[in-house]
């Protein structure tokens, strides 16, 4: 009997361990950040909060990390793309429209490694710094080295989100919503690359 109590004991203890444990290392798996050092270019993929993004990427620029910057993105409605309107906003702020590259034809994450990789080559680029929103993180440096290969080197810097928290994603419904779809996603990538393979 008292071994049955303590096997129960232990049990309710792990329980809870990995009730308080998972929400934690999703939101790190998430969201994979690197320590700065410079690189050849920063790329920005659009989406989310771009005002975010862009701050983010202006301040590394400024900072002196890189001196070229990629905006990637195609059009969200009317007539101006994502990345277009993304330079703009960084011309206004500082950054010369000389050291602004774009990529307009991209409508998701997929698109946004595939056509920047292609630019990224073409410009014999070794190193990126990559900028999106936390919560998109991970799928995007995933996608991203499946187009430049695993040997690439991709410095993780996410902008800050107002809609999620690395550290308490699961407190609101933005939150677990954006953290959901993000792994229902990967996950898709991840049966995708089994196929081909």
Not at 30 to 54: C, F, M, Y
Not at 166 to 192: A, P, S, V
């Amino acid at each position: 009997m008292f071994r049955l109590i303590k096997r129960a004991v232990w049990l309710v203890v792990l329980v809870i361990c990995l009730t308080i444990a998972l929400p934690l290392f999703v939101g790190w798996y998430l969201s994979p950040q690197d320590p700065i050092e410079k690189a050849d270019a920063i790329v920005t993929v659009s989406g989310g909060d771009n005002n975010a993004r862009i701050k983010k990427t202006v301040e590394l620029y400024k900072e002196g990390w890189s001196p070229i910057v990629i905006y990637s993105g195609a059009a969200a409605e009317g007539s101006i793309s994502n990345a277009a309107a993304m330079r703009n906003i960084s011309v206004k702020m500082g950054v010369p429209r000389s050291d602004i590259l774009i990529e307009e034809d991209s409508k998701d994450t997929t698109e946004n490694a595939s056509f920047t990789a292609k630019i990224i080559k073409e410009n014999n680029y070794k190193s990126i710094i990559l900028v999106t929103s936390p919560y998109h993180q991970r799928r995007t440096v995933d996608l991203f080295k499946k187009e430049l290969g695993k040997e690439f080197k991709i410095i993780n810097q996410s902008a800050v989100d107002e809609d999620w928290r690395k550290k308490g994603w699961w407190k609101d419904e933005q939150g677990r919503f954006l953290t959901i779809g993000e792994l229902g996603k990967i996950f898709i990538n991840y049966i995708k690359t089994w196929k081909q393979n």
